[in-house]
């Protein structure tokens, strides 16, 4: 696999456990935010995105928080699989929304690991 | 099927020998860029590009060239390398103003300069 997942903090969780991976940022002004997923080998997938005008939003097994007050995002994910095993990764963009000039900056990320 | 294509996806070479790392994408995307992705650091963003011919600085644009003479195809270029731009490298592609955020990413390249 990629070296990517080396000097990452580590989540380590028991099949079927809940996992929450938790990412602060660091500009007050970051209207959206974007978790990623980064299975070994390959590409970010994008998962899940928040708009900074809510605090919470729900997808599939996913759940992402987001809390302003202290610039701090999470992503929980309900009963997870070996399939979830990857590193994560927060993005938040700065810039205005569809402006051409928006960019996005990347956490660094969590490796999760599964046990079965 | 929609992807970003990434060739080759590993890549041994010397110091100052010329390379081109492809990338492609077949959405019809206006914006694409290239980031490096190195242990601790996270993705940081070399260069990027919002239409053909228009290409512009990222963070990290020391060392790389880039050109965009074709919507889908977006080159990257070290015309020297050298020991620090060993990494893993990522095109990634999305739309312009529709869904700005949804970055599609390649499945990356792993270069190692000697």
């Known amino acids: 696999g990629e070296s990517v997942g080396l000097h990452l903090p580590t989540l380590s969780v028991q099949e079927g456990d809940n996992s929450i991976i938790n990412c602060a940022y660091s500009?007050?002004?970051?209207?959206?935010f974007i978790w990623y997923k980064q299975e070994s080998g390959k590409g970010p997938q994008f998962i899940i995105d928040?708009?900074?005008?809510?605090d919470k939003r729900q997808g599939q097994r996913v759940t992402v928080l987001l809390n302003k007050t202290v610039k701090h995002l999470s992503l929980q994910i309900a009963a997870t699989q070996p399939g979830d095993s990857a590193v994560y990764f927060c993005?938040?963009?700065?810039?205005?929304?569809?402006?051409?000039?928006?960019?996005?900056?990347f956490g660094t990320g969590t490796l999760l690991a599964v046990q079965p | 099927e929609a992807q970003v294509t990434q060739n080759p996806r590993y890549l041994i070479t010397v110091t100052g020998k010329k390379l081109t790392v492809t990338c492609s994408q077949n959405?019809?995307?206006?914006?694409m860029s290239w980031y490096r992705q190195d242990p601790g650091l996270g993705l940081r963003q070399i260069y990027y590009?919002?239409?053909?011919?228009?290409?512009d600085k990222g963070d990290v644009p020391e060392g790389y060239k880039v050109s965009r003479k074709e919507k889908r195809n977006f080159p990257l270029i070290l015309e020297s390398p050298s020991p620090n731009q060993t990494s893993l490298y990522f095109c990634?592609?999305?739309?312009?103003?529709?869904?700005?955020?949804?970055?599609?990413f390649g499945p990356g390249t792993r270069l190692t300069v000697t």
């Open positions: 990634a592609s999305r739309p312009y103003l529709d869904k700005p955020y949804e970055q599609y």
């Open positions: 959405m019809n995307h206006e914006y």
């Open positions: 928040i708009r900074s005008n809510m």
């Open positions: 500009n007050s002004a970051s209207d959206y």
């Open positions: 993005a938040e963009n700065i810039g205005r929304y569809g402006g051409a000039t928006n960019k996005l900056i």
């Open positions: 590009s919002m239409n053909v011919e228009v290409t």
